[in-house]
Every structure is written in C-alpha cells, then in structure tokens.
C-alpha cells in the first residue's frame, strides 16, 4: 500500500488497527515530516500499533527516540 493512502487511512480511521509495515512506513514519515495539522491523528494510530505490537517496538526503539526524545510508551503484553 502506498505511503499516501497508509496516512489516509491513519487519520480517517485511527480506530482501525495499523498492520506492522503500516506502522514502520508511518515511523519513517513521522522522522522525517514537517509538522502539520494532521500529523497528531497520524500520531495516535502509530502508538496504539507500538503499545500492542513489541516486534514493532523494539525494532524500532531508536527511531521513536528521534522522533521524540523521551517519548515513554507502554506496552501490553499482547503481541499483533
């Protein structure tokens, strides 16, 4: 699925769960983007997926601190 329609998708619906290549696309668009107005919607969606998702989350532990330094996420202990 393209970048774009993986924003879309984030922001329209943050209820739906982001699949893992979904939530590292949006990672690296979130390292690299310039704030905006829908950046924040985009946002929530990729936490939910790294709270629920440990995979995700340690693969990707150094880009989160990039992104936000000191960023404190939890983690169930379900796995996607």
């Known amino acids: 699925m393209p970048l774009w329609n ?25 390292v690299l983007a310039i704030d905006d107005a829908g950046r924040e919607s ?7 997926h790294l709270a629920h998702c440990r995979a995700c989350f340690e693969h990707e532990r150094h880009r989160l601190r990039q992104l936000e330094p000191g960023l404190a996420i939890e983690q169930d202990d379900r796995q996607e």
């Open 6 to 30: 993986i924003l879309l998708k984030a922001q329209a619906r943050p209820d739906i769960p982001l699949t893992c290549d979904e939530c590292l696309a949006i990672l690296n668009y979130l």
């Open 42 to 48: 985009i946002r929530q969606a990729l936490y939910r």
